[in-house]
């Protein structure tokens, strides 16, 4: 039995403070590398993150690329011509650095924490690692199992299951439909294949170098313009193709047979980081459902107890945004908790929020922003992802005063345009002989084959 929580009782969120637009030097080097440098002083570290521009060009090549991509995050760690796997760890660590490598449908981004005196021999191992990275066969074939496995577990799971069918049904032939690899396809990768990959992607031009911490501007730029004077290869970046437009279309059901669980998703267009209808939908979404203050967590997580963790979020990627709506919750309880969610959608694209709602959503917001940048890893990271956007360093002080002046009416008009239920595609990840017949009372369904729950 769930006991409704009094949300009256949760404190007022105190006053926010103005977002600090950070001391930023910049400058393009000649290879077309733009290189960002925040000092920070006081914390005697530096924060380096490389996004280097990485979309598939086109569903068709969309499957392959992004299975060459999956391996060669991880494998252009193991080596290059002049040292093996565990020297190059050697060499960072001596700096105290270890650099990740991550991937998204848009992007490469390597990532690492250094010492400052470290930053032009973490650099030059960097320099080394994009210029002559060596994919030695017996290791590919390792890190390539490796992954492989990872991505058949990840897609055995239920949420991943229902944000891949989302994605397919928002995206259709579009490589952002395309959500992971088939492990089929991540074997066939070949060292050969990912040294052509490297050559022809991994390039300056349109790449971002932000470097935030314990320097002085200059020498670091200095020190970026030396230490990777030889990463000049010749290519352009390459970004994602526009997104086409595509209906919502009817609910459709993933079967999951003998789930005890359902998994739902629901997702839209939301505007891009440079719409000025943005500031007005980040805070109808936090009153909808992006916090636990929010309508949503209160509806069918307080009141009625469906699920544990309701959440809406606006999220960005280069050619798309969206608002996206998520619940897991009991397969008993599937249409319910739906019906409940199209409810507290279509109550805020119909009535106006209260200022007290707007007011905590305000304050909930900034406050975020603020905690998102006070950290050096949090500001490297926040500016990357800006600058790769295209965005300028001040963008999020330009964002928190467009915020203050939101006002419920406007509130009100992007959540008619953009949180309508009839304007979301839905999916519900379940046992489809206990579901789809509740469901179909809220609309039209479509089932489709998916996982089985053994």
Not at 163 to 189: C, E, F, I, K, N
Not at 213 to 228: N, R, T, V, W
Not at 301 to 328: C, I, K, M, N, Q
Not at 366 to 385: K, N, P, R, V
């Amino acid at each position: 039995m769930s006991t409704a929580l009094d949300l009256s009782l949760i404190p007022p969120l105190g006053e926010p403070r103005p977002q600090p637009v950070p001391e930023v030097t910049e400058t393009v080097l000649p290879s077309g590398l733009r290189v960002v440098v925040v000092p920070r002083p006081g914390v005697p570290l530096v924060e380096l993150r490389l996004r280097v521009p990485f979309a598939a060009t086109s569903a068709r090549s969309a499957a392959t690329h992004t299975a060459r991509t999956a391996v060669l995050s991880g494998a252009v760690l193991l080596g290059t011509a002049a040292h093996d796997q565990t020297e190059i760890a050697q060499l960072l660590q001596g700096h105290g650095a270890e650099l990740s490598v991550s991937a998204d449908p848009d992007r490469l981004l390597l990532s690492t924490t250094l010492l400052p005196e470290g930053l032009a021999p973490v650099l030059g191992v960097l320099a080394e690692l994009l210029t002559s990275a060596a994919y030695p066969n017996d290791q590919v074939e390792g890190e390539r199992a490796r992954v492989a496995e990872r991505i058949s577990i990840a897609r055995s799971q239920p949420g991943v299951i229902a944000r891949t069918a989302l994605a397919a049904r928002r995206y259709g032939a579009h490589p952002y439909a395309l959500q992971l690899p088939s492990p089929d396809l991540v074997l066939a990768v070949r060292s050969t294949a990912l040294r052509t990959l490297h050559r022809d992607r991994l390039v300056p031009a349109g790449s971002t170098l932000v470097l935030v911490g314990d320097l002085d501007p200059q020498a670091a730029i200095d020190a970026a313009g030396s230490a990777l004077t030889e990463w000049s290869r010749e290519g352009e970046a390459v970004t994602a193709p526009d997104v086409p437009a595509i209906a919502p279309g009817a609910l459709e059901i993933v079967d999951r047979r003998g789930a005890v669980q359902s998994n739902i998703r629901l997702g839209g267009p939301a505007p891009g980081r440079t719409d000025p209808d943005l500031p007005a939908v980040r805070l109808a979404n936090m009153v909808f459902g992006g916090y636990f203050s929010s309508r949503l967590v209160e509806n069918i997580r307080e009141r009625r107890g469906y699920t544990y963790s309701p959440r809406s979020s606006v999220d960005h990627l280069v050619a798309s945004s969206s608002f996206l709506v998520e619940a897991d919750v009991a397969t008993e309880v599937t249409a319910p908790a739906l019906l409940e969610t199209q409810y507290e959608l279509g109550r805020i694209a119909l009535t106006p929020v209260t200022e007290a709602e707007l007011d905590a959503a305000r304050r909930y917001v900034l406050g975020s922003m603020a905690l998102s940048t006070a950290t050096h890893a949090g500001l490297a990271s926040t500016l990357s992802a800006l600058l790769g956007a295209g965005l300028p360093s001040d963008w999020l002080a330009e964002h928190q005063r467009a915020l203050a002046e939101v006002t419920v009416e406007q509130v009100q008009d992007v959540a008619r345009r953009y949180l309508a239920p009839s304007g979301l595609t839905a999916v519900v990840v379940g046992d489809a002989d206990v579901i789809t017949e509740p469901l179909r009372a809220l609309g039209p369904v479509e089932v489709a084959a998916g996982e089985v729950e053994e």
